[in-house]
């Protein structure tokens, strides 16, 4: 196999239908129909020759590889409707382009017809929301509403403005001419990145990784087919990254196995491709499990190292075998999958890098973390809808072969280096103050733990992170490495954080990641002295919390000084990916259609956008919050929040109805959460549980809206109280009339007044369940209990002496009496979680006390 015919194939891929970008944007002019058909079959290859020479040295792209003349990257991007005869690469990349499109089109659909519409519709066709479409049969009445996603500058997915420009809208906010005039600036502002001027172009071979970054930024909201027959769901980005992906594991798949011949390339039954995940598991307990001892910057540490690896080892997995990025489908949340060529080498080298990459993460961490594996061969057949297995289907096979490994974890550790798993440790050894683990006696912190600290300052003022196989940074020594030694390579990446760009840099395998920078793509022009390819990187947080400890972050709260914890995720999200795609809203297609490569990793990359990208931004651009809260963890579907307590409650509230926005008010995608409120010395690994509980409770908590049927999920557990978003939102807005009132000091009393009336119907309540009364019964004698009358006196003596706020009393006594939001809840069951949240936010004490 040659590597640089591995390489250039995949370029080829990543680039073959950037004509359709080109002509969407009137960049390229058209050209006579009759060459068209004859030399390309259509115009959009054509037009993707002429945009690939507008962007790049002709030179590199006419280069020739393998000895054969005709083996270019222009030849194989261009040609892939029309493959000349016999040409065996031009054929790789138009068997690639099929399958890829394949999997998207509906069973009968003519593959090969293109848009009869001309130009004008398709410079009109901007990206619809999978989010718009996945459907849980449980609302598979509710009416079809397509959002779109708007087509603009590529700092909306980097830069500080993401909240305005992401998220979808629906159809009629962004009409066609509107995309039509975003598609001509997008284009220009996409040249200027790869190729500002005729001298200070990125090169298409050594920048590659760049330009596949440029690539999402830009093809992310661009719809990979405008065509009639088909559904413009999928992005122009996700199809050719796929197409580049099944391309080069085509190559490598035939080259090694000797069958490299326009007759096997075109055969789908062969399972030529693997796919892969790797999963850190144990990533809970290594970030949480330390004391108070472990200042913020050491969480925070942990759970950066946590993504940094899991992207480092995505990055490993794929270059050891000469591919490119484009081969890595997803990483996000530890959990990383990548499609592969399925060869005996290929799977032998997966396990022993597998092994190595165990044995050092024991060495480190104690066996806190581990690097799950599974794999499972698929076809073209498999990826064309014709196998009769769905993509959903094998990627649940790939899940349950993760769960097994759980249960083998460290089993070849065990065979292979038994002193390591079970040796006995010196009896003169002391405890890290932070992790706990055995250290040398007087030592205090692990050598771990000194990392996770430094990487977590660090992190607070750095602007990117640097990684290469040797010491290329003189003066300053890695913030972490990673060393593996494998039979026939040996891996040794150096890991810098800095603030400043390095001066100079020398190898082969330089990256450069530039954190939250929608400018990372002009970085590869400023050095001089190596090749360096440059990618964002986001980061959630780079907070000032970094110097602090949790009890200094306690005492930022308004009202009683304590930490809030918040956690949240997607609910039901297997299902979002099974049912949700076979309930497709979609009027004529079969079910299966929708079970692809392209809607999977779309749909995963689009939810990682809302918590990585999105959800810093509502705390960044909020003076208030960006002082007081910070993202501990956010990726993949879940997040992790800490900061004053006071300040969470609502930001959950406004995270659920972003979240919401983002996904078109589709009822099937819905978060719930949960939040606590501990003291600053209280084990943050115990505060990390108790809201993981928190959340649980809140998964399962069941709500009647309108008086349908009981669903669960959708809630929030504040204050060791579940309730449905919509309960949250109506007690957000009585909290806030209610302490607009507890403001005047005239009016305190009040506050005790409805704790006591709360009091009143809880006691009846308990001592109505001892008398072994239904629960329906005890509603309904609730209803008649003594509460209610000391509701009326007591509120009724209080607007005697105090008449200014007779009607904001009477709105307080219509909550406690009526149903909340649209649920069959009345106030009175949540006045007692109203009382003490005010309770909490009004008082004071001295801050020696705070933790008692």
């Known amino acids: 196999m040659d590597e640089k015919i591995l390489k250039a194939i995949s370029i080829a891929g990543m680039f073959h239908d950037l004509g359709k970008f080109a002509e969407r944007a009137y960049a ?11 030399e390309y079959r259509y115009a959009h290859a054509h037009h993707t020759e002429l945009a690939l020479k507008q962007l790049f040295a ?20 261009t040609r892939h409707h029309k493959p000349r005869k016999g040409n065996i690469y031009e054929t790789i990349i138009a068997e690639a382009d099929r399958i890829s499109s394949g999997h998207e089109r509906a069973k009968g659909d003519d593959a090969s017809a293109y848009d009869t519409h001309g130009r004008e519709k398709k410079s009109k066709t901007p990206l619809i929301s999978i989010m718009s479409r996945v459907c849980l049969k449980r609302y598979s009445d509710d009416p079809v509403e397509d959002w779109r996603f708007r087509i603009r500058e590529e700092g909306c997915l980097y830069g500080t403005n993401v909240q305005e420009h992401i998220p979808p809208v629906p159809a009629d906010e962004y009409v066609a001419e509107q995309v039509q005039a975003d598609y001509r600036q997008h ?132 270059d050891i075998f000469g591919l490119t990025p484009a081969n890595i489908l997803y990483a996000s949340g530890g959990k990383f999958y990548i499609l592969l060529p399925n060869h005996e080498n290929v799977i032998k080298t997966l396990e022993e890098l597998t092994g190595k990459v165990n044995s050092e993460l024991f060495s480190a961490f104690n066996g806190d973390i581990f690097v799950r594996m599974g794999h499972i061969p698929i076809s073209g057949e498999d990826l064309t809808r014709q196998s009769g297995r769905t993509l959903y289907q094998i990627w649940d096979d790939l899940t ?18 038994y002193d390591l798993l079970f040796g006995v440790k010196s009896g003169d050894a002391g405890t890290c103050e932070v992790c706990h683990r055995s250290v040398p006696r007087d030592t205090g912190h692990c050598v771990a733990c000194n990392q996770m600290e430094e990487a977590g300052r660090k992190l607070a003022n750095s602007h990117y992170i640097l990684i290469a196989d040797t010491d290329t940074v003189s ?231 309108n008086g349908h049927a009981p ?44 704790l006591d009336i709360a009091a009143s119907w809880q006691g009846s309540r308990e001592r109505l369940k001892q008398s072994g009364m239904t629960m329906a019964a005890i509603e309904k004698q609730l209803e008649a209990e003594k509460w209610r009358w000391q509701m009326v006196y007591s509120l009724a003596r209080f607007v005697e002496r105090n008449k200014g706020i007779k009607d904001e009393i009477a709105s307080i006594q219509q909550f406690i009496l009526c149903k909340v939001a649209e649920t069959d809840r009345t106030g009175i069951t949540l006045l007692g979680l109203l009382g003490r949240w005010c309770e909490l936010r009004l008082r004071t004490e001295k801050k020696e006390k705070k933790n008692a």
């Not at 096997?264 to 491709?273: N, S």
């Not at 659920?656 to 078109?664: L, P, T, V």
């Not at 809630?715 to 302490?739: A, C, G, R, Y």
């Open 28 to 38: 390229v002019e058209p050209a006579d129909q009759d060459m068209v058909q004859q």
């Open 711 to 754: 669903v669960r999920k959708s809630s929030f557990t504040f204050l060791d109280t579940p309730m449905h978003w919509k309960e949250f939102k109506d007690i957000v807005n009585q909290f806030n009339n209610l302490m607009s009132l507890l403001e005047d000091p005239a009016n305190a009393p009040l506050l005790r007044r409805l």
């Open 475 to 705: 003066g300053e020594r890695p913030t972490f490495r990673l060393q593996l030694k494998l039979p026939n390579r040996k891996i040794n990446r150096h890991i810098w954080f800095m603030k400043d760009l390095p001066l100079s840099v020398t190898g082969s395998r330089t990256q450069l990641w530039s954190l939250n920078d929608p400018n990372f793509h002009s970085i590869p022009r400023q050095m001089n002295s190596a090749i360096v390819n440059s990618s964002p990187y986001l980061v959630a947080a780079t907070h000032a919390f970094a110097d602090r400890t949790f009890d200094e972050i306690a005492d930022l709260s308004m009202g009683v000084k304590r930490l809030g914890v918040l956690r949240m995720d997607v609910d039901n999200l297997g299902k979002i990916f099974s049912e949700g795609l076979t309930n497709y809203r979609h009027e004529t297609e079969h079910s299966q259609r929708f079970h692809s490569l392209g809607r999977i990793t779309t749909l995963s990359w689009q939810l990682n956008l809302f918590f990585s990208g999105l959800l810093p931004g509502i705390i960044r651009n909020d003076p208030d919050l960006a002082e007081r809260v910070t993202v501990v963890y956010a990726g993949g579907d879940d997040l992790f929040l800490l900061g004053a307590w006071d300040a969470l409650p609502e930001l959950a509230l406004t995270i659920h109805d972003r979240f919401e926005q983002f996904c078109c008010n589709n009822r099937s995608l819905s978060l719930s959460g949960g939040m606590v409120i501990t003291g600053g010395k209280f084990p943050i690994y115990k505060s990390a549980e108790m809201a993981g509980e928190a959340e649980h409770r809140a998964k399962h908590h069941e709500t009647r809206l």
């Open 400 to 417: 349950r072969q993760l769960v097994y490994q759980d249960r083998q974890r460290y089993a070849d550790l065990a065979s292979e280096n």
């Open 187 to 318: 284009w220009v502002n996409f040249v200027k990145a790869i190729r500002p001027n005729q001298e200070l172009g990125l090169d298409i071979v050594d920048h590659f990784s760049t330009l596949l970054e440029i690539c999402r930024a830009w093809q992310w909201c661009l719809p990979a087919s405008t065509r009639k027959e088909e559904m413009p769901d999928v992005s122009l980005f996700d199809h050719q990254k796929a197409t580049a992906a099944l391309a080069a594991c085509m190559y490598f798949y035939h080259a090694t196995t000797n069958t490299l011949s326009l007759e096997k390339v075109e055969d789908r039954r062969p399972q030529k491709y693997l796919l892969f995940c790797g999963d850190l598991s144990g990533i809970q307990n290594f970030i949480y499990q330390i004391s108070s001892k472990g200042a913020y910057k050491t969480l925070k540490g942990r759970s950066f190292y946590i993504q940094l690896l899991a992207d480092l080892l995505a990055r490993e997995f794929v």
């Open 58 to 77: 002709e030179e590199r792209l006419s280069q020739s590889y393998g000895g054969d003349r005709e083996c270019t990257i222009l030849n194989m991007a």
